[in-house]
């Protein structure tokens, strides 16, 4: 965010605008990708329990671990309140 945009206590001057349309988007691609981070889980303990297919039980898993990451990364407050997901902007 450039100076210009700030206030002179540091605060933006002007509110951030999100449409609906770009709130739900967004709702929906995360709730899309936990949903498919539960079903890789899953899948992955099916292999390695009844399969016996370890490698491809493993990266699946790590795979579901970096999905969750990244949900997390976009949605976790950080140190002064403000979570990623909550400052985009149209």
Same mark, same amino acid.
């Given at each position: 965010m450039s100076n210009a945009q700030l206030g002179p206590d540091g605060q933006r001057r002007f509110p951030? $605008? $999100? !449409?609906a349309a770009n709130t739900a988007l967004v709702n929906i691609t995360l709730s899309i990708m936990m949903l498919a981070a539960f079903a890789l889980l899953a899948g992955a303990?099916? +292999?390695?329990v009844y399969k016996k297919e370890r490698k491809q039980a493993a990266l699946? @898993? +790590?795979l579901a671990l970096i999905m969750i990451g990244n949900i997390a990364i976009w949605t976790v407050p950080? @140190? !002064?309140g403000d979570a990623p997901v909550d400052q985009i902007e149209d």
């Amino acid at each position: 965010m450039s100076n210009a945009q700030l206030g002179p206590d540091g605060q933006r001057r002007f509110p951030i $605008r $999100r !449409s609906a349309a770009n709130t739900a988007l967004v709702n929906i691609t995360l709730s899309i990708m936990m949903l498919a981070a539960f079903a890789l889980l899953a899948g992955a303990g099916f +292999l390695w329990v009844y399969k016996k297919e370890r490698k491809q039980a493993a990266l699946m @898993a +790590l795979l579901a671990l970096i999905m969750i990451g990244n949900i997390a990364i976009w949605t976790v407050p950080d @140190a !002064s309140g403000d979570a990623p997901v909550d400052q985009i902007e149209d």
